[in-house]
């Protein structure tokens, strides 16, 4: 028997474990309007003393309201990148039943333009969300002084 049920967990399928509860009352939740709400929903669950160090990629999950369900962050890397797996982004949403996503990664350097690959991920992320039916509403480069919106720019 103990056979058969060792067996028997080879054949399980292993799953992403996120969390999330809604402790919150929806109203209680903020609501984002602009890329400047945006980005000071994000600087909120930034860690200020890395912004100007490493570089993480985080997403703000939404609901079809523009409430805040929560932030993930998705990936850290070193002074000059980090690898971001788009699987990993709608894995977040899909699990929070997110209606949208906006996409924010710092620039430790202070540059607020966005590198060639920075519009080439947004574009793979971007294009993922369409299949989905969760749209990226847009990307933010945050720096400890500012922000760059990509829907306030045009290239999202």
Known sequence: MDTLERKNDLFEVAEIKLSYSGKVK????PRVESSRQVYEVFAQAWDNERIEFVEDFKVMLLSRAN???GIVN???GGTAGTVVDVKLVYAAAIKSNSSSVI??????SGNLMPSEQDKRLTQRIKQAGVILDIPVLDHVIMTAEGYYSFADEGEL
């Open 26 to 29: 929806n109203s209680l939740r």
């Open 67 to 69: 409430r805040v369900l």
């Open 74 to 76: 998705i990936s850290s």
């Open 103 to 108: 996409l924010a990664h710092n620039h430790p």
